[in-house]
Structure formats: structure tokens, C-alpha cells
């Protein structure tokens, strides 16, 4: 799968201009959403990088900066561990 196309998809699931995932039922359903896209991650793989993506991005939330580190962060869990992003 082509990283535009990744990027698109997890786009996709978050709605308006600014993102908003900090409280525990907003992870939630998050990690929900993002395990069934990519199901190859586990769902304490996606969890800490939303962390790790929330954390790093303090204050507002743009969509774009947000999709773009929290791919970077699954990528390189992708790397360290040989998963794959295809879905199965």
C-alpha cells in the first residue's frame, strides 16, 4: 500500500481540521478504527503511538502534522518488526 494512499485512510477517520484524541473514549474508538485498517499492528502498537504522536504535538492539533507523525511512528514500528500495511 502506498503511503498517500495510508495517509488518505487515516485522514479520513478524523473529522474537521484539528485533532482531538485525548480523551480514553476517543483513543478508543481510534485505536478501533486504525487496527481494522491495519491489522497486522496490535492494538498496544497503535495505542502508544497515538501517545507518542499526542505527545509530541502539544496544544493544537493540525490534521495534516498529526497524520503525518503518527505514520512515521507506525512506520517505524513497521520496520523494526517486518509488519506489513496491506490489510489481510
Keep these: 500500500m502506498r ?3 495510508i495517509k488518505r485512510q487515516i485522514s479520513n477517520l478524523i ?3 484539528t485533532v482531538y484524541i485525548d480523551e480514553y473514549q476517543d483513543k478508543y474508538y481510534f485505536v ?10 496490535s492494538e498496544d502498537e497503535i495505542y502508544d503511538s497515538i501517545q507518542s504522536t499526542n505527545n509530541a504535538l502539544k496544544g493544537s492539533r493540525k490534521k495534516g502534522k498529526y497524520v503525518n ?3 512515521d511512528t507506525l512506520e517505524r514500528i513497521r520496520q ?3 509488519k506489513e ?4
Design 32 to 41: 478501533k478504527a486504525l487496527k481494522n485498517l491495519f491489522p497486522s499492528f
Design 69 to 71: 507523525m503518527l505514520l
Design 3 to 5: 503511503k498517500t494512499n
Design 85 to 88: 500495511w496491506e490489510k489481510n
Design 80 to 82: 523494526s518488526k517486518g
Design 15 to 17: 473529522v474537521g481540521n
